[in-house]
């Protein structure tokens, strides 16, 4: 540098300097009206790009604004947008504060309003019931998740978020197969996948990215009601609620790297364009390889949204999520299904924990889009519409296999296949929420309809047996190449064959307020099923129609505070005709079967203590699938709808905040699932589910930040999971017990106004532990991660 660029450079340094001295400070609080501090609302100045973020304490400060007159704005879901007009002059540091009350709500906002001294708990969330109600008003269980408490904990995948949800555990990874290649979770004794986004259809064949994640809402219990039944379980549902835009200009990038080569790099930008306008986009890469041999995964995830305000009355939301990813899977192994199990200990599992018996050039891709378009019209100060368009779609493109279990107690045959496959979903629906009285009783409803479209497409190449493994010597005798695989595969494509799907469906639900202490809710869905179940079956079902209602009823003993609740829930899946004929195999014909029913019963009570500080519930439930497809016990050619499986359980869960700064998440599930009426020969009959999981579930995460003073900002973290064995093959011809586990979690932090450094480790004990659905997977050991975000 020579000495003309070293002045310039010093006299820019000291005007930048004088500048910014004169310049002036405006500081100050946001309370409610009974003066409990709001965090995370936001603060900003009209016309200027300048604002600031409430901390715990509600306090906000807002530097270098240059001399003159504003308008400041404090706004944020769940709450009336408030302004003040200051005029600061050089130098000059104003203070002024906000007394907010809450607002009607904004249904363009369909995120959480969780303004309380407990930094977890989410009082209540749109998407649960498709109308505004308080978790206490609520006769449903649910476990929201936030996007904070993702970020305490430095989460990278969607298993890891799952952890602090009640009674929930994964029974499989991602697959990456078409169809269903998404993760499987076990909630009340069913598998159930995460396929809802805003309350809609969205389907997945690989692993979320949670970059765009407000909230997960887990809600228990069959919905049928309200959802349908094409995308959820009759143990309840997964769905995510993603970032939307708001009036500030604010950003966050953010860095994560870890074991096994765990690189992550993150960016949420949101931009107000006018008063009317704004724009918001996340995004994501990542990479990591497996803890074993072989196998990694890579990902870029893009997610803009974009909110345009047209009037007081008409807004428009247009959520979007663009995920390419790539993965190298380890091969699930099967144990037998059919013959006499001969596998009886964990230790050869164990032997071969790090052992993927795959190769690092058999990758299989999982492009996918979710496109939603909504609109929101308040109809009068009573009524309000709500059209959403959605579409998604999901491809699978390249290799997947499986280990199936040989029959001989040490080895396993692989099977691979060249799988390519597509499933598209259209969603359209629409829906009148009102909240009026009818004489002296408040109503709360909506009246919904609903079209749902599902096409599948698979292209792929049949499967063949690649080699065998055995574990007592962690041999491998499979084609391991691409090159080596496509030459198996190539004469064994199995042609294209395509599914289609259509749902027409007209639902009502509605919250009548008997006294300001009780409420009644009623809701009953009608739902016209035509189409395939699934694109490998070929007969179609024509006309299929199920009616699906819904009943709770919530009692405020101490009203706002505890509230003891019952519902009766209905779930519903749609069944293929199938061939049936009489016992000499004489009269063939196409028989149509009824919908498969679950009907669910719970008591139960919820309690929100100490402003918020202690939110808990505890329910019973009891679940009864029938007309479950069996085989005809006297006539091998024929079918009943004669099967049924019960669950039922406790579920405990609390989120606390007993002290300032510090946080408690716990939860305690207990199920009993069992097959209660089936064919014999079948082999369930009197057993658990595999698909049950472990029948005790224990999670809990307790935070401490310190709030004050010089450690300010300073955070510690401990949490785990804990469960009781799994029998992950439970039939007649054998059972396979997968070992009780403890996996413990510890975090360390700092926090300021623009800066987020942290570390987590995962697994701080290194326990081998396995997950499994009739498959035996080891889960990752114990692992690090070093995080850093910059907010802006």
Request: avoid cysteine; hydrophobic fraction near 35%; aromatic fraction near 12%.
């Amino acid at each position: 540098m020579n000495h003309k660029q070293l002045i310039f450079a010093f006299a820019f340094f000291l005007v930048s300097t004088l500048a910014f001295a004169q310049n002036g400070i405006i500081q100050g609080q946001v309370t409610t009206a009974d003066n409990q501090a709001l965090e995370f609302v936001n603060v900003g100045l009209k016309g200027l790009p300048k604002g600031s973020t409430t901390d715990r304490f509600g306090r906000f400060e807002i530097k270098n604004v240059p001399p003159g007159t504003y308008t400041v704005f404090a706004s944020f879901v769940g709450i009336e947008k408030q302004e003040q007009t200051i005029t600061l002059s050089s130098g000059e540091t104003v203070t002024l504060n906000f007394k907010v009350k809450e607002s009607s709500t904004d249904l363009s906002e369909v995120v959480i309003t969780d303004f309380s001294s407990n930094r977890f708990y989410s009082d209540s969330s749109f998407t649960i019931g498709k109308l505004p109600l308080k978790d206490l008003e609520n006769p449903q269980v649910y476990n929201s998740i936030s996007g904070r408490l993702l970020r305490e904990q430095v989460v990278t995948n969607m298993n890891e978020a799952m952890k602090n949800a009640t009674g929930v555990t994964r029974l499989w990874e991602s697959t990456g197969r078409g169809g269903d290649g998404a993760e499987y979770y076990s909630m009340r004794g069913f598998s159930v996948q995460p396929t809802l986004v805003n309350g809609m259809p969205n389907v997945n064949n690989g692993a979320l990215d949670p970059a765009n994640i407000e909230t997960i809402d887990v809600v228990k219990g069959p919905s049928g009601t309200l959802f349908g039944s094409a995308v959820i379980s009759y143990g309840g549902l997964i769905n995510i609620t993603t970032k939307k835009p708001f009036d500030l200009f604010k950003g966050e990038v953010g860095f994560i790297t870890g074991s096994f080569g765990l690189n992550r790099v993150t960016a949420d930008v949101n931009v107000p364009i006018s008063e009317s306008t704004a724009v918001r986009i996340n995004s994501a890469f990542q990479s990591q390889n497996t803890f074993q041999d072989a196998g990694n995964r890579s990902s870029f995830f893009f997610a803009p949204s974009f909110k345009f305000k047209a009037s007081e009355r008409l807004t428009f939301l247009i959520n979007t999520e663009f995920l390419e990813s790539k993965s190298i899977n380890a091969p699930m192994i099967f144990l037998n299904r059919n013959a006499a199990l001969k596998f009886d200990r964990i230790d050869p599992f164990l032997d071969n924990y790090e052992k993927s018996f795959t190769g690092n050039e058999l990758s299989i891709r999982n492009p996918s889009y979710g496109i939603q378009a909504q609109a929101l019209y308040k109809l009068s100060p009573f009524w309000t519409s709500q059209t959403v368009l959605s579409r998604s779609s999901t491809k699978t493109d390249g290799y997947y296999q499986y280990l199936f279990d040989g029959g001989d107690g040490d080895s396993f045959t692989r099977f691979i296949s060249d799988r390519s496959g597509q499933t598209i979903t259209t969603d359209i629906q629409q829906n009148f929420i009102g909240d009026f009285n009818l004489g002296q009783f408040r109503n709360r409803m909506v009246v919904g309809f609903d079209y749902y479209d599902q096409s599948i497409f698979n292209g792929s190449t049949g499967w063949v047996a690649n080699g065998s493994v055995k574990l007592s010597e962690g041999s491998d005798t499979g084609v391991l190449t691409q090159a080596g695989v496509d030459d198996l595969l190539k004469n064994s494509f199995e042609g294209n064959s395509t599914g289609k799907s259509t749902v027409l469906s007209a639902y009502v639900s509605d919250i009548i307020n008997l006294r300001s202490n009780l409420s009644v809710m009623a809701s009953l869905r009608a739902d016209r099923f035509e189409g395939k179940t699934d694109y490998w079956i070929e007969e179609e079902v024509k006309s299929q129609t199920a009616l699906s209602p819904k009943i709770g009823v919530v009692y405020q003993p101490i009203q706002d505070k505890v509230s003891v609740f019952a519902n009766y829930m209905n779930g519903f899946v749609n069944v293929a005709p199938r061939t049936v004929a009489n016992v000499d195999g004489s009269n063939p014909r196409l028989q149509a079967f009824d919908p498969e029913q679950a009907n669910q019963f719970e008591l139960g009570v919820k309690a929100n203590l100490l402003k918020d500080r202690l939110a808990a519930t505890a329910s019973y439930y009891d679940i009864r699938v029938k007309n479950r497809l069996i085989n005809d016990p006297e006539n091998i050619n024929n079918t009943l709808q004669a099967g049924e499986v019960e669950s039922k359980g406790f579920e405990f869960s609390l989120v606390a905040s007993p002290i300032e700064g510090m946080s408690v998440i716990a939860g305690y599930s207990n199920n009993s699932a069992q097959v209660t009426k089936d064919n014999p020969v079948n082999g369930y009959l009197g057993l658990r589910p595999e698909e049950a999981g472990p029948e005790e579930l224990v999670n809990f995460w307790l935070s401490y930040s310190i709030p004050s003073g010089g450690l300010k900002g300073f955070g510690v973290g401990f949490g785990g999971n804990a469960a009781s064995e799994h029998l992950t093959l439970n039939r007649s011809n054998g059972t396979f017990t997968l070992p009780a586990y403890e996996v413990f979690n510890a975090a360390i932090s700092y926090t300021s106004s623009q800066y987020l450094l942290s570390l987590k480790v995962n697994n701080l004990t290194n326990e081998r532990y396995f997950s499994g659905w009739s498959t035996v997977t080891p889960q990752a050991p114990r692992t690090l991660a070093i995080g850093f975000n910059y907010r802006f």
